[in-house]
């Protein structure tokens, strides 16, 4: 069995910064992919950033240049990095790593105020 938990959501203004982590327990032998999605409301699920075990990252067009994801495998942890936020990255975010199959965590809610 496998549980994520993320934190480091919250309310932040315009401009400002957050830093979201997901640390993975259970039954762990490696893990490949981690990432990062995102919902909000009256939208679907979209990928924001993805790492894999190389460190090669993958981001979605709204979040160049202003997030960055990375990874711990020690910790079995990913972490995002969100600067100059903006009111339209308000959502739940979800941490989700690829360990035989995609795990993902509960969600924590980011909310980006003007």
């Known amino acids: 069995q496998v549980q994520l938990v993320e934190s480091g959501g919250g309310l932040v203004q315009a401009g400002g910064s957050l830093r979201l982590s997901c640390t993975a327990s259970?039954?762990?032998?490696?893990?490949?992919?981690m990432g990062w999605y995102r919902q909000a409301p009256g939208k679907q699920r979209e990928l924001v950033a993805t790492?894999?075990?190389?460190?090669?990252?993958n981001y979605g067009d709204s979040v160049k240049g202003r997030f960055t994801i990375s990874r711990d495998d020690a910790k079995n942890t990913v972490y995002l990095q969100m600067n100059s936020l903006k009111p339209e990255d308000t959502a739940v975010y979800y941490c989700?790593?690829?360990?035989?199959?995609?795990?993902w965590g509960q969600g924590t809610q980011v909310t980006v105020s003007s």
């Open positions: 989700c790593m690829t360990i035989r199959r995609d795990y």
């Open positions: 259970g039954s762990i032998f490696s893990i490949n992919a």
């Open positions: 790492i894999t075990r190389g460190r090669n990252t």
